[in-house]
């Protein structure tokens, strides 16, 4: 009976062992989901083939494609700096984070709030850097783009343009694991927790 009890515990032990890292694989993959607001990927890859006329531009396609761009980049990277809480009337506000705590945009009762949790830490900085840096590569080796500023490089090097968008992610996804993402800002689902007056 003994050896019985002792391989029922080491195998329940190796099943909490597998679900602790599926559970950590699953908190990756979803940080690196919420890494890039998806309504402005979204946005991009609709937008990209119009203006750079399905990869072949002319100057005014290139001028509107960097446009585009940099627009989609900031809004990756200012992101990583809103939050939101649901106020003591039951409504979602967002704001921007600061040293001191949370701007809010529209609540005219954030005076009378503590919203000194929601401000500026670490990993907001490494949010930003990381979501600009995935975006850049999703968007500058976009077919379209590629075609439209570098076209050489779409014949010549496939294998990158195939292989570091991959890479990227799984860097990016290992170094959310480090900083998860605490922020549930504009792009991102809204925060559960309810700020009042205390």
């Not at 062992?17 to 690196?32: A, F, I, Y």
């Not at 506000?93 to 009762?109: P, Q």
């Not at 600009?132 to 500023?149: E, H, K, Q």
Request: glycine share 8%.
């Amino acid at each position: 009976m003994a050896p019985e009890r002792h391989q029922f515990s080491s195998s329940a032990s190796a099943k909490a062992t597998q679900k602790s890292m599926g559970d950590r694989t699953l908190t990756g993959v979803g940080n690196l989901i919420k890494l890039l607001p998806t309504g402005t990927v979204f946005i991009y890859q609709f937008l990209s083939p119009l203006l750079t006329n399905y990869g072949h531009c002319s100057t005014i396609n290139k001028y509107l494609t960097g446009a585009l761009l940099l627009i989609s980049g900031f809004s990756c990277c200012f992101s990583s700096f809103t939050d939101s809480y649901t106020g003591s009337d039951g409504r979602i506000y967002y704001g921007i984070a600061t040293v001191k705590g949370l701007w809010a945009f529209s609540d005219a009762n954030a005076k009378s709030l503590d919203l000194s949790k929601y401000k500026l830490q670490l990993g907001d900085f490494v949010h930003a850097f990381f979501s600009l840096f995935v975006f850049a590569v999703l968007g500058v080796l976009d077919p379209n783009t590629v075609g439209c500023y570098y076209p050489s490089l779409e014949t010549s090097q496939k294998t990158l343009l195939m292989s570091l968008p991959a890479a990227v992610g799984a860097v990016s996804s290992s170094v959310f694991m480090v900083f998860p993402n605490k922020r549930h800002g504009i792009g991102y689902p809204s925060a559960a927790d309810t700020t009042q007056d205390s």
